[in-house]
Nanobody, 121 residues
Framework: QVQLVESGGGLVQAGGSLRLACTNL????????MGWFRQAPGKDRALVAS???????YYTDSVKDRCTISRDNAKNTVYLQMNNLKPEDTAVYYC???????????????WGQGTQVTVSS
């Protein structure tokens, strides 16, 4: 059973930080690979970062120096710490769960509803 809920988004000034969280309200979590995606206005949904069930991480080049993905299986939660945010980071951020690795947009089997991140200049 997987039901994902994102939180932690909001309005932040450029250079600020946010920590997004995605919690599974269902029972299963630890065996899934998890990912954070984002979709900006007029653009396709794109992978930001992912973490496997065993802790292997991946970051897209545009965020790898500023973001950290982590998971706490005891809390059924995956996090995305975002630092030094830029206006181009503005998007709706979605978490996803997948039995496949690596995770791609078409591979994710479960999606949260998304949380808005807006970075002002």
């Amino acid at each position: 059973q997987v039901q994902l809920v994102e939180s932690g988004g909001g309005l932040v000034q450029a250079g600020g930080s946010l920590r997004l969280a995605c919690t599974n309200l269902g029972r299963t979590f630890g065996s899934y690979n998890m990912g954070w995606f984002r979709q900006a206005p007029g653009k396709d949904r794109a992978l930001v970062a992912s973490i496997s069930w065993s802790g292997i991480t991946y970051y897209t080049d545009s965020v790898k120096d500023r973001c950290t993905i982590s998971r706490d299986n005891a809390k059924n939660t995956v996090y995305l710490q975002m630092n030094n945010l830029k206006p181009e980071d503005t998007a709706v951020y979605y978490c996803a769960a997948s039995i496949r690795w690596p995770i791609g947009t078409d591979d994710a089997g479960y999606w949260g509803q998304g949380t808005q991140v807006t970075v002002s200049s």
